[in-house]
């Protein structure tokens, strides 16, 4: 007996599940929480610092606000890429997102710790 989920010789089709674990779904919805938090985080820097938000202390907040966007939009992208690439076999070792993720988690980390230290 077959699995109606399964992709023939060729591969799943279009219309077939590829990865049954669902595991390029997990990790797009990941990217989207990750986004979503540097958006709230970011928000939570700039009304912490108060007006006028021009000042050097709202730094971190723009940024995360910046990188927050950046990384729905380009977890999207990459949603998309990934799935004609597993669909192809193509290999997924793209690290581009990642090392921009944690350099912007790094970075608001330190700016807010100067911001509260300053303060």
């Known amino acids: 007996m077959s699995d109606p989920l399964a992709g023939d010789e060729d591969g ?11 595991q390029h779904e997990r ?7 990750t986004g979503l938090s540097l958006l709230v985080v970011g928000v939570l ?3 912490g610092g108060g007006p006028p938000y021009g ?3 709202h730094l971190p907040g723009y940024v995360g ?3 927050g966007a950046i990384l729905l939009w380009a977890g999207g992208r990459r949603y998309r890429r990934r ?22 988690a790094l970075t608001m980390g330190i700016a807010s710790l100067f911001v509260i230290l300053a303060r």
């Not at 799943?12 to 669902?22: A, E, I, T, Y």
């Not at 990790?27 to 929480?33: M, N, P």
């Open 65 to 67: 606000l910046s990188v």
């Open 55 to 57: 000042d050097v202390v």
């Open 27 to 33: 990790t797009a919805l990941a990217w989207d929480r």
């Open 45 to 47: 820097l700039l009304r």
């Open 83 to 104: 799935e004609v690439g597993l669909r192809q076999g193509a290999s997924m070792v793209q690290p581009g997102l990642v090392v921009l993720a944690t350099v912007a």
């Open 12 to 22: 799943p089709g279009p219309d077939r599940v590829f990865d049954q674990g669902l």
